[in-house]
């Protein structure tokens, strides 16, 4: 069984930037999606952004141009740059694994963007 650990989660000002990832244990099939959703309060989970095992991306609207999305397959973990930040891009943010055999989440990290 896989588990993802993020890290790298604050407070920050907006406009600046912040880096956060994800450690994979555990195996991992090869053919894969990794990415990021995030969950602000009163909100439904939506997707940030996906990266699949092919190395097709994936970005929410409100995000492209100013998130990037990165994996070290050395170190099993992906990553999220996160620059130009919002108030609007507070929330916690989960690592999401999609294998043949199922999903698997992160517990969360959270980022806050103060205006």
């Known amino acids: 069984q896989v ?6 989660g604050g407070l920050v000002q907006a406009g600046e930037s912040l880096r956060i990832s994800c450690a994979m244990y555990g ?11 995030r969950q602000a309060p009163g909100k439904q989970r939506e997707l940030v952004a996906t990266l699949t095992s092919g190395g097709n991306e994936n970005f929410a609207d409100s995000v492209k141009g100013r998130f990037t ?3 070290d ?5 992906i990553h999220l740059q ?7 891009d507070t929330a916690a943010y989960y690592c999401y694994l999609w294998e043949p055999r199922g999903d698997t989440w992160g517990q969360g990290t959270q980022v ?3 205006s």
Do not use: C, D, H, R
Request: a positive charge; proline letters at 3%; hydrophobic letters at 35%.
């Open 82 to 88: 996160m620059n130009s930040l919002k108030p609007e």
């Open 73 to 77: 397959n050395a170190k099993k973990s």
């Open 3 to 8: 588990q993802l650990v993020e890290s790298g």
């Open 27 to 37: 195996t991992i099939f090869s053919y894969n999606v990794m990415g990021w959703y």
């Open 112 to 114: 806050t963007v103060s």
């Open 69 to 71: 999305i990165s994996k």
